[in-house]
């Protein structure tokens, strides 16, 4: 049995972070319920995309530091003996969390964890990813911030990233502009922190990307 766990950027410090604690103690206790003391493949995905010097920490490494002090509860030791916790660090996006993970998974029923107001878009690029696979997406409502709140720019961002997502997954050329779009992304989002700009600036130069992509 394999769990997907799908990274949501790097917080300052993983383990006091209270989004990541939400989503991860609950991703945890469903593992539990899921894998009823069986043997479990868990795939914690995500790149380096922290926007904090010297940028070497990655979500997958982030996520399985918190995870591990959750395993260590000395109650649960003969229960999560078996699981087996493995991190892919070369994903920078959704679509490549999805990608790359594929590779990763060796049992035939296999689950994704992610954010609630991403499952939609998770779910169709799942259909196409991994066609013939017994999988479940099981999406966690963790977000406190604000984001999680404005619904009419989570619907209008989503819709343009299922948009981008689709395209690339048509051929290995639009695969690579869709990964420079999110390499633009972390450069730009980089120099902005360090600047102390906000990101109207930052998402112009992307949204002129992304239309370049699109056409």
Request: hydrophobic share 35%.
């Amino acid at each position: 049995m394999t769990f997907i766990i799908l990274g949501y950027g790097v917080p300052k410090n993983i383990i006091k972070d209270q989004n990541y604690n939400f989503y991860l103690r609950t991703v945890f206790n469903k593992i539990f319920d899921l894998a009823n003391s069986k043997p479990a493949d868990i795939i914690f995905c995500g790149g380096r995309t922290n926007l904090v010097k010297p940028y070497q920490k990655s979500e997958s490494a982030e996520m399985i530091r918190l995870f591990k002090t959750l395993c260590q509860r000395p109650f649960l030791k003969n229960y999560i003996k078996s699981w087996k916790l493995i991190g892919e660090s070369k994903s920078i996006s959704t679509l490549e969390n999805l990608i790359y993970a594929k590779k990763l998974i060796r049992g035939k029923e296999s689950y994704i964890f992610c954010e609630v107001t991403r499952s939609s878009r998770i779910s169709k690029i799942t259909s196409r990813i991994f066609k013939g696979c017994k999988l479940r997406v099981l999406p966690i409502d963790f977000d406190q911030s604000k984001n999680r709140y404005e619904l009419k720019e989570i619907k209008r961002k989503e819709s343009v990233a299922l948009k981008l997502d689709l395209k690339a997954l048509q051929n290995d050329k639009n695969l690579k502009l869709h990964h420079n779009i999110y390499v633009l992304k972390i450069k730009l989002s980089r120099e902005a922190k360090v600047a102390k700009k906000d990101l109207d600036e930052v998402n112009r130069r992307l949204e002129k990307e992304i239309k370049k992509f699109q056409h």
